[in-house]
């Protein structure tokens, strides 16, 4: 389905990424793991549309979205979420869905006819919500929202665009323990209909989703398999030296 | 609540000429009507869409001339020298938007400013259209079907209507689809385009019909006048029709038009009505009206920036 | 046209790109490291003229005018600074540029009423003769003085940005904000002293640039819009940048207005000549800043990575 074919990024001196070769199949969670400074943001930023690549090719469904722009390789089914949150603060919970649900559905060059007339954008907009775990939080402003609520927005946002693929970058960054169980139950509950490019930190959601997992270090992919392979090698072990696998 | 005072207003501004039929008040306010319009224009593109735009001036003042031009070549029917002056400013407006729309930030208020400054200089080389004098007109145009524009009353009635469409169709705008995307931009560009929007098109296309509207507002603002200078296009006029709207309120439906009534408003009373207890401290205070101006609009940007129209609270960065 | 003229007007174009330089490096730091837009920076040079023009007139000297104004003024700037302007660092842009521009106007009507619409200030008559370069290329002797002060300005500038510590801070903070916060730097005395300086160096140019541009209410707008367009040619943040910047916007600006219309005569009907030649000679410095931006979206030597 996303097809990465060495892919490369330097910011000046500095290579970020460095000829990662990366696939994502029909149907699977594939995490993408690696120690602070991997580089795995960036990556993230380039198949999204966010970074250009300076070398390289991603293809998607088939397509080569390597120069495409980001709203573009939304449009075809590639959306992202944010590591770092990024909603519509002054737009309340209901209204940042309905945004990314009329993104998707006709055009928005309509200049006249009000928004209030389209009762579908609210609908959906509301099943959405209540998907993520937001029914009942619908008026609230984005911006009073507690942490995990707004993770859990920042997806949600991600997935209204009806995606063939997500890439989630740290969906569980700054979360408690049981906000971090319901964003895992957020995955589960979306996987069969989308299929995910998981970036995480938390080795327990990691090995609970995955069915691959690949190791990105230093802008390197160093390994890439089943999730038991992947615990046992020696390689990124060594990788992780010094790493407390932090749950 | 809001439609009553609305309609109460559309009401008053209607009967206002029966009330008051001598010329100077009649013109003063048509006056009002025309800069509010403008100012609306650029709360399009500013308040709604998040653009700082320095060149304002540019849509406005190339309406103001395109409709002086038709008029100083022959062309005496508003029906043609109009529509073609707002598409002028409309199509300057794209070309402009066009090119500056691919920077952000201090670049695209520094290109805009440019391209302002480039139309000013421009203008002020055309010595057959008065060059640096100005262009002075005979006549406004004409509009036939019985419509003598020529009359102060008849012209209030337009500028009014101008300013009255203007209005309603930023408020239909502003709930349409397209309102939401661009109000969405203005919070958070990035994610707009994460989630699929076109993001320089849609502010493309804002960027054009506010300036199209200032050019409407130009068009009206010389035909007033029956005068044009290239003045108009300065980017020190961008600055007073951005005092305008933050006095009006950013972003709010009647910003722009609360914003230039005030505006003038005071300026007028300052001008041409003698305060004497001031006088006495500060005997030439009149003339040197802008430094109350400008106190007062430093106040409203350190103290009040939701302006007079409402709260709108801006967050850090631009 | 002569090779006596193309120099002459190299040269006045390299004493405006100086002074040009003097005002875009205040503006280039107070934006790059406070990233303040700040529309009031050209009316801090009118005040720097003004008080100028005041000073050698109650003291008599040329030089101890001059000398006399530029602290003086300096330290306006700095009152101001500590008072408004710090408020505005926190803010976003579209208020800093909405409160800048009351200063101007504020600051235009406050000039107004101390001095009023303008006031005379000659240049000293030991300066008023011109100088014999080369044999046969006579220059004003008042503008190489120009020229001098603003190498030596440059230099000055060089050596304290790139040779001392203030001058690092003033780097890091450049190029980093808010690492340079973290590591602790006192932050308000710094700014506040970086503003001064600015404000000097606008005064320095105000007063030098007083007796051949007329020192009148409102030269500050003109000037500014100019010095604005060389930093975003420069790099925000970059005090090269705004020398090259700076000496660019002079030299196509000048020589622009000098030999476009002569040149479009060349092509053109008299008529299209003189009225398209002065045009577009003044359009010149907008199109280089556009042409710049589009290969170099950041300016030619952006301070930030």
Known sequence: MLELSNVSKRF?????????????????????????????????????????????????????????????????????????????????????????????????????????????????????????????????????????EQRALEVGLALATRPKLVLLDEPLA??????????????????SEVAVLLVEHDMDAVFRLADRVSVLVSGRVIATGLPAAIRADAGVRKAYLGESAAA | MRRYATAAALVLALAFPLAAPESYYLSFASRIFVYALAATSLNLALGYGGMISFGHAAFVGTG????????AEGVASAWIGWPAAVAAAALAALVIGAVSLRTRGVYFIMITLAFAQMMYFLVNSMKAYGGDEGLTLPARASAG??????????????????????????????????????????ENEARAEAIGFPVYRLKLACFVIAGAAGGLAGVLLASHGKYVNPNVLHWTQSGTLMVMVILG?????????????????????????????????????????????????????????????????????? | ?????ILEQTLNGLQFGLMLFLLAAGLTLVFG????????????????????????????????????????????????????????YARDHLSQVLATFALILILNEAVRIVWGPDVPLTMPAALSGPVELLPGLFYPSYRLLIIGVGAAVALLLYVLVAHTRVGMLVRAGASNREMALAMGVDVRRLFTLLFGVGTGLCAVAGALLGPLLAVQVGMGENILILAFVVIVIGGIGSIRGALVGAVLVGLVDTIGRAFLPLFFGLFFQPRVASAAGPAIASVLAYV???????YRPRGLFPARG
């Open chain 1, 12 to 148: 000046g001196g500095v290579v970020a990424t460095d000829g990662v070769a990366l696939d994502v199949r029909r149907g699977e969670v594939h995490a993408l793991i690696g120690p602070n400074g991997a580089g795995k943001t960036t990556l993230i930023a380039q198949i999204a549309g966010d970074l250009s690549c300076d070398s390289g090719a991603i293809m998607f469904e088939g397509a080569d979205v390597t120069r495409a722009p980001q709203h573009e390789r939304v449009r075809s089914g590639l959306a992202r979420s944010y590591q770092i949150t990024s909603i519509f603060r002054r737009f309340s919970v209901l209204d940042n869905l309905a945004l990314a649900v009329q993104a998707r559905s006709g055009s928005s060059f309509s200049f006249w006819r009000p928004v209030a007339a389209e009762p579908a954008l609210a609908n959906e907009a509301r099943a959405l919500a209540a998907q993520i775990g937001l029914a009942g939080r619908e008026e609230a402003g984005a911006a009073t929202l507690a942490h995990g």
């Open chain 3, 288 to 294: 280089l800043m556009v042409a710049v931006l589009y």
């Open chain 2, 64 to 71: 103001a001339y395109v409709s002086s031009i038709f008029l």
């Open chain 2, 249 to 318: 309120g950013v972003g709010r439906l009647w910003g722009g038009a609360v914003g230039a009534t005030a505006y003038l408003g005071l300026e007028d009373l300052v001008a041409n009505h003698r305060v004497e207890w001031i006088a006495s401290v500060f005997p030439n205070y009149q003339q040197h009206a802008s430094l109350g101006v400008g106190a007062v609009l430093l106040a409203i940007v350190l103290f009040a920036p939701q302006g007079i129209a409402g709260a709108f609270a801006r967050g850090r960065r631009a």
């Open chain 2, 145 to 186: 079907l019985g419509v003598d524009l020529g009359s102060d009353a008849v012209f209030y009635y337009v500028a009014l209507a101008a300013l009255a469409c203007a209005v309603y169709g930023l408020h239909r705008l502003a709930h349409s689809r397209f309102g939401r995307v661009i109000q969405a931009i203005r």
């Open chain 1, 174 to 191: 700054g979360m408690g323990p049981e906000e971090s169980q319901a964003m895992i139950a957020l995955v589960e509950r979306v996987r």
């Open chain 3, 1 to 5: 046209m002569s090779w006596v003229l």
């Open chain 3, 33 to 88: 490291i406070m990233d303040m837009i700040n529309l009031a920076h050209g009316s801090l040079y009118m005040l720097g003229a003004f008080l100028a023009a005041a000073l050698v007139q109650a003291t008599g000297s040329f030089v101890l005018g001059v000398l006399l104004a530029v602290p003086a003024t300096a330290v306006l700037g700095m009152l101001l600074e500590m008072s408004v302007l710090r408020t505005l």
